[in-house]
């Protein structure tokens, strides 16, 4: 039952960090006019930046009640942040269904996120915030 309180406290916590990443994202794609392929690692990893300290501190405070090291955390993140991205930028390349580039880049970033959010919850359970 603790675990699943936790996953649920982590899922709402990563739901902040998706829409952090999203605001970012989609300000970046603005900005640039460029939407697929492997500029999304860079995009990435500058949202990355800012969502990383804000899922460390609420996963400390709420979901897991203990400390830890937030260059592990950072750097479990960071290896699933390099996934999302490698993800998310292979698929943005594949728009079959022709859908307007800014929806189909965010319906990427959703299903890379949800593929790299599990995951981390597993190896930060286990790993960074360990009894």
């Known amino acids: 039952m603790k675990t699943l309180k936790q996953f649920i406290l982590y899922a709402a916590i990563g739901t902040s960090n ?15 006019n460029m939407y697929s392929g492997y500029i999304n690692i860079l995009f ?9 300290i804000n899922g460390y501190y609420l996963n400390k ?10 260059i592990k955390y950072a750097s479990i993140l960071g290896i699933a942040a390099l996934l999302n991205s490698l993800i998310l930028s292979t698929l943005s390349l594949y728009n079959r269904f022709n859908i307007p580039q800014i929806l189909w880049c965010n319906i990427c ?23």
Not at 109 to 131: D, E, M, P, V, W
């Open 18 to 32: 998706v829409i952090i990443d999203f605001i970012i994202l989609n300000i970046l794609w603005k900005i640039t």
């Open 61 to 70: 405070k709420y979901t897991f009640k203990l400390e830890g090291a937030y």
């Open 44 to 52: 990435k990893f500058i949202s990355f930046m800012f969502y990383s």
């Open 109 to 131: 970033a959703l299903i890379a996120s949800i593929c790299t959010g599990i995951i981390s919850f597993l190896i930060n359970k286990k790993l960074i915030f360990k009894n």
